[in-house]
């Protein structure tokens, strides 16, 4: 499972990376929000990089905002495969992406707390990071379906009382306490 979780995971993040930027670009031009640089400058300081005052170089912001969505990825296929699907479980992985950009940047002192923001400009990163959320557990449920039911489904569809979107099981499938 692991295997495949991990290739799955990055192929998820990615597409949920390349979802979530082409709606900031959209919302950048309907708004005229400049890009954010704060991706690149968190790299930097992770990894001892030189930085740089003001604009920060496209690469880094890139390998950052995309390196960090793939790898995140590799998490939300994880929950797909044991069983954790759909869109509870999306809105779940948004809180970890949401949390793992915060431990980065003010870990690093690259950002501050979200409660600290301006309200516009933190609806917008929600907004976006939701998004990123909701498309990457698409991919990844997608992906991990094809696989089966995960436990937890399976654990779900012979317990009673619970509700289960597997269908019936094969025989010798089936979990429970």
């Keep these: 499972m692991m295997k495949r979780a ?3 995971g990055l192929a998820a993040g990615t597409a949920g990376v390349l979802v979530m930027t082409l709606g900031e670009k959209v919302e ?6 400049p890009d954010s640089h704060v991706p690149a400058r968190t790299l930097e300081r992770l990894t001892g990089m030189a930085e740089r ?4 170089p496209v690469p880094v ?5 995309f390196g960090q969505g793939a790898l995140l990825g590799v998490l939300r296929s994880v929950m ?5 699907r759909g869109p509870w479980s999306s809105a779940k992985f948004g809180v970890v992406r949401i949390t793992s950009d915060q431990i980065l940047e003010n870990a690093t002192g690259v950002g501050a707390p979200p409660p600290t923001w301006p309200r516009r400009e933190l609806v ?6 939701t998004v990123y959320a909701f498309a990457t557990g698409a991919v990844a449920d997608a992906l991990a379906a094809r ?8 654990h779900a569809a ?10 019936p099981l094969p025989r010798g499938r089936a979990g429970g306490h």
């Design 6 to 8: 991990l290739w799955q």
């Design 61 to 65: 912001n890139l390998a950052m905002h």
């Design 147 to 154: 696989s089966g039911p995960g436990p937890g489904q399976r």
């Design 80 to 84: 797909a495969h044991a069983g954790l």
């Design 124 to 129: 917008v990163d929600l907004l976006h990071k």
């Design 28 to 33: 950048q031009r309907l708004t005229g929000r």
């Design 53 to 56: 005052p003001g604009r920060q």
């Design 158 to 167: 012979v317990r009673p009382g619970r509700h289960s979107d597997v269908g």
